[in-house]
């Protein structure tokens, strides 16, 4: 009786152990190998252009793919921008263009206050207004640009996310619209592992007691 409880408990203690063991790492969750998809910042939401390494310091929109190619519907109201930050980037400014095609900095207009500096992880910005003209089926284009380092240099870089306006009413996607820095994720994920271990140990304890008896 006591032996089949004993393994009983020493097998739980195995699971949760298995389990903590197989708890994604922080920096594979958060994006490790994106920066073989990515430049240092990039738009998690809504989808943006294709990108390639070469473009990526060419304005405005810092990809060879064309706007008409992959629009994300995006509500006239409430709409917001996420950002996935690979590295620290400054001089931010995401801005918009009310054209089919923007093809130059000057079709782009500012959409939020520019963004001092940026640290790795996710951001997300909705503290912005759509024109009131602005209507369902029209189409835009937002633009990020920023100073990051590459290949030892700080250098401009931009990516564009193309959109078509939709009523909220249409509008039943979730987007995607957190805050947290690398530092503050690599944290959650250390707390999550030292809460596993204290019922690892707990288990492991139980199982002694029991033996015991």
Request: include cysteine; charge should be negative.
């Amino acid at each position: 009786m006591h032996f089949a409880t004993t393994t009983s408990l020493l097998l739980t203690a195995l699971t949760t152990l298995t389990t903590a063991i197989a708890l994604p790492n922080p920096q594979s969750a958060h994006g490790d190998g994106a920066e073989n998809e990515q430049g240092p910042v990039s738009f998690l939401w809504p989808h943006d252009r294709a990108w390639k390494d070469e473009d990526d310091n060419t304005g405005p929109c810092g990809s060879r793919q064309l706007a008409n190619e992959n629009r994300t519907d995006f509500p006239l109201m409430n709409g917001a921008v996420a950002l996935t930050i690979l590295d620290d980037a400054a001089d931010v400014f995401l801005r918009i263009s009310y054209k089919e095609n923007p093809i130059a900095q000057s079709d782009f207009v500012s959409l939020s206050a520019d963004i001092e500096s940026l640290d790795a992880g996710h951001q997300c910005y909705n503290h912005f207004t759509i024109p009131r003209d602005v209507e369902a089926g029209d189409v835009a284009t937002l633009q990020l640009e920023y100073r990051a380092e590459d290949d030892g240099k700080i250098v401009s870089h931009y990516a564009c996310a193309d959109i078509t306006f939709v009523p909220n009413s249409q509008f039943t996607k979730s987007i995607p619209c957190f805050n947290v820095t690398s530092e503050e994720f690599v944290e959650k994920k250390d707390e999550e592992s030292a809460a596993v271990g204290v019922r690892v140990q707990g288990v492991l304890m139980g199982a002694v007691m029991a033996a015991r008896l």
